[in-house]
């Protein structure tokens, strides 16, 4: 996609049969660079592959179909008034828009999912694990909206970066309540009993991977800050005696990181993997775990559900458990950062469907 953007000029010039577009959700937003490239190539028949046509809102969908079918949705501002804006309005009712959409898109999709086409899958189970937090957790948690309201209501101060920063903040926290300050050294001085006693979500992971140990199963923990993949896996090692807990991330190259995967898959018995969910999304096999921990969460379900598929796929012989914790504040039920992202991933997949 980038030479495409890079080279838009010589290859322009040339008149396409068929340009076949793979991992299309690459030109999901219409004002990209690699966009508007892509959709000025002379093309003849344009078609679309990709497992995941809205990942963010119907947008997606509109640009994707606007390069197979260019025009069929009408323009961007017709189609951002009849289906995109109604989303925002309270009353609307969401499913019939849907359905209207998805008859106006009919005849271009051809669409497989693994619930339909793949009978021999097993089981997949989601578990949800609401979990206070630890007292220690709700004082820096309440801190940081202090903190925040303060900078929001001070002359010269707040707007959107500092809400920003204050949702990043929010989200570390309810990891660990010292990940936004310390360095991973400092947390790795941290006896690991005390360490994970401090998170609500480090907690109720400790305790179903004493399960996995128990079952003599494996798991994969996605998880997306490096500071905390690093002293999660010393903390993994010295509480279960393992000589080696292997994380997945973007420093690894492609083939280290497969080599990695695959030793992980052959040792039989118990054994955690931590990956970051960006480093997991593309061709990764680890059918031999069947727990999946998503102890952080990207705020786009699509990626969340690409990194499941590492294990929910052909090959995987037993019923997958995935596991999500969600950190829940005592003051705010049902309204801690957790369990609000957690309805925007709700809403997310939704629309998707």
Known sequence: YETVRDYQLSLGQ???????????????????LVTMAAKAMKYAFGLCLTGTPVENSWVDLWSILDFAVPGHLGSLVEFARKYHYPLKKKGTDVESLGRELKERVGPYILRRTKEEKLKGLPEKRLVYHRVPMPEYQVQ????????????FTAPQRGGRGGILRAIYLLYEISLHPDLPVLRDDSLASLPPEEFIAASAKLKKTFEILDEVRRAGE????????????????????KQYGLKEVAVVNGEMLGEVRKYVVDKFQEKPGFNVIIMSPDAAGVGLNVVAANHVIHLSRPWNPAKEDQATDRVYRIGQKKTVFVHIPLAVHPMFEGGSFDEKLDRLLSKKRELSR
């Not at 040339?14 to 990209?32: C, F, R, S, Y």
Request: with cysteine; net charge positive.
């Open 14 to 32: 040339i008149d396409w049969g068929v340009m076949v577009l793979d991992e299309a959700q690459k030109i999901k937003n219409p004002t990209t």
């Open 140 to 151: 820096r948690y309440n801190e940081c909206l202090v903190q925040a309201r303060r900078g």
């Open 218 to 237: 494996k798991a994969v923990i996605f998880l997306r800050s490096r500071k905390l993949q690093r002293v999660l896996q010393r903390a993994i090692m």
